[in-house]
């Protein structure tokens, strides 16, 4: 029988679609556009283990898919190439970081190439090549040059606003801004020095410098934005990260954040991705109320959502980082408030928040005035409050806070229980013995919702506060004091920043010497010679963030030559957005909302006509690692069989499981694994080490990495490619399990001899028409196929496509007529094999030139159905009737049998029912 030769094949197809340019793609308004994508990856020297090409297999089967039903395919490729890993690798060896990235990439682009996925590698784009970046930084200055207009509710160029300033001053100006902006009059505007008038316009840009408190990761350098850090540590590298004030670029991403709940009822993201970033931005509604401190003129100003609540505050609690502490420390208090916000500043913000169990604060000396009752309320501090969220300080109400609850607890606070003319529950009746009631005085009687508006209007009218909409949001932390990013396009004067023109970009990265810190702490550009702009002013020296570049590369791929803009109006005009974007769910707040937020911007400014990138997205789930384990004894060099391990006192210790087949260990290999196992006494059952597994995380440290490399060597990229799709529905997550890659490795092959006979090599295919049986296989395949990748049930097409192979291979079919079309249909899953096939049968032309087989319903049609006859409840016959046949007509031929007549005996039924395509019952 001819042999199916993968690796003869793959290659052989691979440089075929790239000679050929196959799935290079260009705007052609004739045929409907498909955008599909995937999430770009940052080039990891490791290359890409099994678990990896999980999402990319899907969106590759889609793309193919979409382009054989007549679509227009755009499926580009490109890689997230600035960040930690290559920098910190060219800190520890000298190495410069573009060298590892381009190493890394050219891995990364071989592997992706050996699973012949149908990327448009002319549209490549790399985050850190200059000819991207310069656009990178042409956004960064479109920002720089806006204000958030909230009366337009829209993004406007800054010269609207130094307009307005010229002719108004900023009395009338409706903004997203500083908090601490002055009113200032046209005649202010006008005398102002431009240093005074850029000062101010920085209270208003959507990018800016403010001092801000941050991530700040020693060990690592640099700023970390919330979302890159977990308990206290940096998520790379696990590395400790304190709280620090310093003077930092910022974005308003708070500008959009109304925009943002709002536009995610209009795209079709996973419900738990939408829920992510409403609780990310956390929207609420109430009032800011102020607390006069006493004997002072300052004030603490809280922001709450149930100041209806507010005559049951019993002490006052300020966030560790608030800039107020200093002011309210009395020297009695002074170093127990300093020992605890160190401590207090190793905790992030995550871990603060869900932290329930721990109760911790300390007393500041300090008393606030209360605004209604006059009685002094003592302020403490406690890291359960963020300095980043409303304003730094919140009213305690113990009596309606678990939290505040547990804190009055611990450190035998009062806990006022409020009360009015009403009845009050056994809940708040059982409250009230942990302390004293009062009543609720001018919110007496009132509904929850009648008292907070009462009490809104009670403090405004009073002049001690403003209602207010807050968010859990902060604005986006969008510097880093490291090298291997993109260079901000700014230079200072006088400390006030200034962009480049865009003819001086792109700003290109400077040679160091070393990329560490310079010996004052400078960031590693600060080493650069000559490192300033052409007038002998320094550049930044921060660089940006690594979601600068994700933020916007779906658009670049339209039209990724283009030096001249971004990309092309008829280039956005025609691809719009992606229809399609698949990958991970713990991008939720960082990649998924930053890019959301600079494309909301673009659609303001009017560079593209649409203000949501992407109109689904699908999270994959994530192949896990199926580790192995031997059983070593202790305090000897003895292993035991999986078994027999209860009879010993023994311990599991991880192996490679590239050594073990169907749970079998390769006791050679293990002993080259572990070259202390050379002298092992090895333990066996039935002359067999079986070895114990479990379904962890996919990682070296297990030696449960399996190498994607190695399966196509040995069963074939399509094969990989389809059992990967086998193991499970692409949004769960799934263990994997190379013992079972062979049942998919059999199926190609037994749908390869569909086509050959006996004799060596040949094809024998044929002409005859195919009969009712084989169209209905064919066809009930067809449809098949297209629901499930509708439906993203792709491991259910795998699964299809083996039944009805078993099915042709049993009806002894090798008609064209089934074939041929049965090849369009698998060639999304297995291209390699499917394009040697569609040659094999002919063709000249790349099977995905052709047209996808139409699914003709009239051939699952029943000619006729066996219809069940029961007389009396028993079944006593069986009959063959058309499909087509009425009742009275099914019921005349049922009656008319003979076994129903001898068992009805020559009497008249006293009811027969019909149920079409079911069964007849005959009642006597």
């Given at each position: 029988?001819?042999?199916?030769?993968?690796?003869?094949?793959?290659k052989k197809?691979?440089?075929?679609?790239?000679?050929?340019?196959?799935?290079?793609?260009?705007?052609d308004?004739?045929?409907?556009?498909?955008?599909?994508l995937?999430?770009?990856?940052?080039?990891?020297g490791?290359?890409?283990?099994?678990g990896h090409?999980?999402?990319?297999?899907?969106?590759d089967?889609?793309s193919?898919?979409?382009?054989?039903?007549?679509?227009?395919?755009?499926?580009?490729?490109?890689?997230d190439a600035?960040?930690l890993?290559?920098?910190?690798?060219?800190?520890?060896?000298?190495?410069?970081?573009?060298?590892?990235?381009?190493?890394n990439?050219?891995?990364y682009?071989?592997?992706?190439?050996n699973?012949?996925?149908?990327?448009?590698?002319?549209?490549?784009?790399r985050?850190?090549?200059?000819?991207?970046?310069?656009?990178?930084?042409?956004i960064?200055?479109?920002?720089?040059?806006?204000?958030?207009?909230?009366?337009?509710?829209?993004?406007?160029?800054?010269?609207?606003?130094i307009?307005?300033?010229?002719e108004?001053?900023n009395?009338?100006?409706?903004?997203?801004?500083?908090?601490?902006?002055?009113?200032?009059?046209?005649?202010?505007?006008?005398?102002w020095?431009?240093?005074?008038?850029?000062?101010m316009?920085?209270?208003?840009?959507?990018?800016?410098?403010a001092?801000?408190?941050?991530?700040?990761?020693?060990?690592?350098?640099?700023?970390?934005?919330?979302?890159?850090v977990?308990?206290?540590?940096?998520?790379?590298?696990?590395?400790?990260?304190?709280?620090?004030?310093?003077?930092?670029?910022?974005m308003r991403?708070?500008a959009?954040a109304?925009?943002?709940?709002s536009?995610l009822?209009?795209?079709?993201?996973?419900?738990?991705?939408?829920d992510?970033?409403r609780?990310?931005?956390?929207?609420?509604y109430?009032a800011?109320?102020?607390?006069?401190?006493?004997?002072?003129d300052?004030?603490?100003?809280?922001?709450?959502t149930r100041?209806?609540?507010?005559?049951g505050?019993?002490f006052?609690?300020v966030?560790?980082?608030?800039?107020?502490?200093?002011?309210?420390?009395?020297?009695?208090q002074?170093?127990e408030?300093?020992d605890?916000?160190?401590?207090?500043k190793?905790?992030s913000?995550?871990?603060?928040?869900?932290?329930?169990?721990?109760v911790?604060?300390?007393?500041?000396?300090?008393y606030?005035?209360?605004?209604?009752?006059g009685e002094?309320?003592?302020?403490w501090?406690?890291?359960y409050?963020?300095?980043?969220?409303?304003?730094g300080?919140?009213?305690?109400?113990?009596?309606?806070?678990?939290?505040d609850?547990?804190?009055?607890?611990?450190f035998?606070?009062?806990?006022?229980?409020?009360?009015?003319s009403?009845?009050?529950?056994?809940?708040?009746?059982?409250?009230?013995?942990?302390?004293?009631?009062?009543?609720?005085?001018?919110?007496n009687?009132?509904?929850?919702l009648e008292?907070?508006d009462?009490?809104?209007a009670?403090?405004?009218?009073?002049?001690?506060?403003?209602?207010?909409?807050?968010?859990?949001?902060?604005?986006?932390?969008?510097?880093?004091?490291r090298?291997?990013?993109?260079?901000?396009?700014?230079?200072?004067?006088?400390?006030?920043?200034?962009?480049?023109?865009?003819?001086?970009?792109?700003?290109?990265?400077?040679?160091v010497?070393?990329?560490?810190p310079?010996e004052?702490?400078?960031?590693?550009?600060g080493?650069?010679?000559?490192?300033?702009?052409?007038?002998?002013?320094?550049?930044e020296?921060?660089t940006?963030?690594?979601w600068?570049?994700s933020?916007?590369?779906?658009?670049?791929?339209?039209?990724?030559?283009?030096?001249?803009?971004?990309?092309?109006?008829?280039?956005?005009?025609?691809?719009?957005?992606?229809?399609f974007y698949?990958?991970?769910?713990?991008?939720?707040?960082?990649?998924?909302?930053?890019?959301?937020?600079?494309?909301?911007?673009l659609?303001?400014?009017?560079?593209?006509?649409?203000d949501?990138?992407?109109?689904?997205l699908?999270?994959?789930?994530?192949i896990?690692?199926?580790?192995?384990?031997?059983?070593?004894?202790?305090?000897?060099?003895?292993?035991?069989?999986?078994?027999?391990?209860?009879e010993?006192?023994?311990y599991?210790?991880?192996?490679?499981?590239n050594?073990?087949?169907?749970?079998?260990?390769d006791?050679?290999?293990f002993?080259?694994?572990?070259?202390?196992?050379?002298?092992?006494e090895?333990?066996?059952?039935?002359?067999?080490?079986?070895?114990?597994?479990?379904v962890?995380?996919?990682?070296?440290?297990?030696?449960?990495?399996?190498?994607?490399?190695?399966?196509?060597?040995?069963?074939?990229?399509d094969?990989?490619?389809?059992?990967?799709?086998f193991?499970?529905?692409i949004?769960?997550?799934?263990?994997?399990?190379?013992?079972?890659?062979?049942?998919?490795?059999?199926?190609?092959?037994?749908?390869?001899t569909?086509?050959?006979n006996?004799?060596?090599?040949?094809?024998?295919?044929?002409e005859?028409?195919?009969?009712?049986e084989?169209?209905?296989?064919?066809?009930?395949?067809?449809?098949?196929?297209?629901?499930?990748?509708?439906r993203?049930?792709?491991?259910?097409?795998?699964?299809n496509?083996?039944?009805a192979?078993?099915?042709?291979g049993?009806?002894s079919?090798n008609?064209?007529?089934?074939?041929?079309?049965m090849?369009?249909?698998?060639?999304?899953?297995?291209?390699?094999l499917?394009?040697?096939?569609?040659?094999?049968l002919?063709?000249?032309?790349?099977?995905?030139n052709?047209?996808?087989?139409?699914?003709?319903?009239?051939?699952?049609?029943?000619?006729?159905?066996?219809?069940?006859?029961?007389?009396n409840?028993?079944?006593r016959?069986k009959?063959?009737?058309?499909?087509?046949?009425?009742?009275?007509?099914i019921?005349?031929?049922?009656l008319?049998?003979?076994?129903?007549?001898?068992?009805?005996?020559?009497?008249?039924?006293?009811?027969?029912?019909?149920?079409?395509?079911k069964i007849?019952?005959?009642v006597?």
């Amino acid at each position: 029988m001819a042999e199916y030769k993968h690796l003869e094949v793959e290659k052989k197809w691979q440089q075929y679609w790239q000679e050929n340019k196959i799935y290079e793609v260009s705007i052609d308004p004739s045929r409907p556009k498909y955008y599909i994508l995937d999430m770009f990856p940052y080039p990891s020297g490791a290359g890409l283990h099994v678990g990896h090409p999980l999402g990319y297999i899907a969106t590759d089967i889609i793309s193919r898919f979409k382009r054989l039903k007549g679509h227009n395919v755009l499926h580009p490729m490109g890689f997230d190439a600035f960040g930690l890993p290559a920098e910190q690798y060219a800190i520890q060896t000298g190495q410069h970081p573009a060298i590892t990235t381009e190493t890394n990439i050219t891995r990364y682009k071989e592997q992706l190439t050996n699973l012949g996925f149908s990327y448009d590698w002319s549209r490549e784009v790399r985050t850190s090549e200059p000819s991207y970046y310069k656009w990178t930084q042409w956004i960064f200055k479109q920002l720089f040059n806006s204000w958030y207009n909230k009366d337009s509710d829209k993004a406007e160029h800054i010269d609207t606003l130094i307009t307005a300033f010229a002719e108004s001053g900023n009395q009338a100006i409706n903004a997203v801004c500083d908090d601490d902006v002055p009113a200032f009059s046209a005649g202010d505007w006008n005398s102002w020095s431009e240093e005074a008038q850029q000062k101010m316009l920085l209270k208003y840009r959507l990018t800016y410098i403010a001092e801000t408190t941050v991530n700040w990761c020693p060990a690592l350098g640099t700023v970390l934005s919330n979302d890159e850090v977990k308990d206290g540590f940096s998520e790379r590298g696990g590395h400790p990260v304190v709280k620090k004030s310093m003077a930092q670029w910022s974005m308003r991403i708070t500008a959009y954040a109304d925009r943002l709940i709002s536009g995610l009822d209009k795209i079709d993201w996973p419900e738990p991705i939408k829920d992510m970033q409403r609780n990310w931005i956390g929207k609420s509604y109430g009032a800011e109320v102020d607390f006069a401190i006493e004997n002072s003129d300052k004030k603490i100003r809280v922001f709450t959502t149930r100041i209806d609540t507010i005559y049951g505050v019993s002490f006052m609690v300020v966030a560790p980082e608030a800039e107020i502490v200093q002011h309210l420390t009395t020297p009695e208090q002074k170093q127990e408030v300093e020992d605890y916000i160190a401590v207090a500043k190793n905790r992030s913000e995550r871990e603060r928040m869900s932290d329930v169990k721990t109760v911790s604060g300390v007393f500041t000396g300090s008393y606030v005035i209360h605004p209604f009752s006059g009685e002094k309320v003592p302020v403490w501090i406690a890291d359960y409050v963020l300095a980043g969220y409303g304003t730094g300080a919140v009213m305690a109400v113990p009596s309606g806070d678990q939290r505040d609850f547990d804190f009055a607890k611990h450190f035998d606070l009062p806990i006022v229980q409020i009360i009015d003319s009403q009845k009050i529950t056994e809940t708040e009746a059982d409250a009230t013995k942990e302390g004293k009631m009062i009543n609720s005085g001018i919110l007496n009687g009132l509904t929850p919702l009648e008292a907070i508006d009462k009490a809104i209007a009670e403090v405004e009218q009073k002049g001690i506060g403003v209602r207010k909409v807050n968010y859990r949001l902060r604005d986006a932390i969008f510097g880093r004091q490291r090298y291997w990013g993109e260079p901000i396009p700014v230079h200072f004067k006088n400390g006030i920043p200034y962009l480049l023109e865009d003819s001086e970009l792109p700003l290109n990265l400077p040679e160091v010497d070393k990329y560490l810190p310079t010996e004052d702490g400078a960031p590693p550009l600060g080493r650069a010679d000559n490192w300033q702009y052409k007038d002998g002013t320094p550049y930044e020296l921060t660089t940006m963030p690594g979601w600068a570049g994700s933020s916007w590369y779906f658009f670049r791929y339209m039209d990724p030559d283009n030096d001249q803009e971004f990309a092309s109006e008829k280039a956005l005009d025609y691809w719009q957005q992606v229809d399609f974007y698949m990958g991970g769910s713990e991008h939720a707040t960082g990649h998924l909302l930053y890019s959301r937020f600079w494309t909301k911007f673009l659609y303001d400014m009017g560079f593209i006509k649409v203000d949501e990138y992407a109109k689904k997205l699908v999270n994959q789930g994530m192949i896990q690692g199926r580790s192995n384990f031997v059983y070593r004894v202790k305090n000897e060099n003895k292993y035991v069989s999986f078994g027999l391990r209860k009879e010993f006192d023994t311990y599991p210790v991880h192996v490679d499981v590239n050594i073990v087949k169907d749970d079998i260990l390769d006791l050679e290999a293990f002993k080259s694994f572990r070259p202390d196992a050379e002298d092992a006494e090895f333990v066996l059952e039935n002359g067999k080490y079986v070895c114990g597994w479990e379904v962890e995380k996919m990682s070296k440290s297990k030696y449960n990495v399996v190498n994607p490399d190695d399966l196509v060597e040995k069963y074939g990229a399509d094969t990989l490619r389809m059992y990967e799709m086998f193991l499970g529905p692409i949004e769960q997550s799934k263990p994997w399990n190379t013992n079972g890659i062979e049942g998919v490795y059999k199926f190609l092959r037994k749908f390869w001899t569909l086509f050959h006979n006996n004799r060596e090599d040949l094809l024998v295919v044929s002409e005859e028409p195919a009969t009712k049986e084989e169209l209905k296989v064919l066809h009930g395949l067809l449809r098949k196929i297209e629901d499930d990748i509708e439906r993203l049930s792709l491991n259910t097409s795998v699964s299809n496509f083996m039944i009805a192979v078993n099915e042709l291979g049993a009806l002894s079919c090798n008609k064209r007529a089934i074939l041929e079309p049965m090849v369009i249909a698998l060639a999304p899953f297995a291209p390699h094999l499917s394009e040697e096939l569609w040659s094999l049968l002919g063709h000249e032309e790349s099977i995905f030139n052709a047209s996808y087989p139409v699914f003709d319903p009239s051939h699952l049609v029943e000619d006729s159905f066996e219809y069940p006859i029961m007389v009396n409840g028993k079944m006593r016959a069986k009959i063959q009737l058309g499909a087509d046949l009425s009742k009275e007509e099914i019921e005349s031929q049922a009656l008319a049998h003979p076994n129903v007549q001898k068992w009805t005996e020559g009497k008249t039924p006293k009811k027969v029912i019909v149920v079409p395509k079911k069964i007849v019952n005959v009642v006597v």
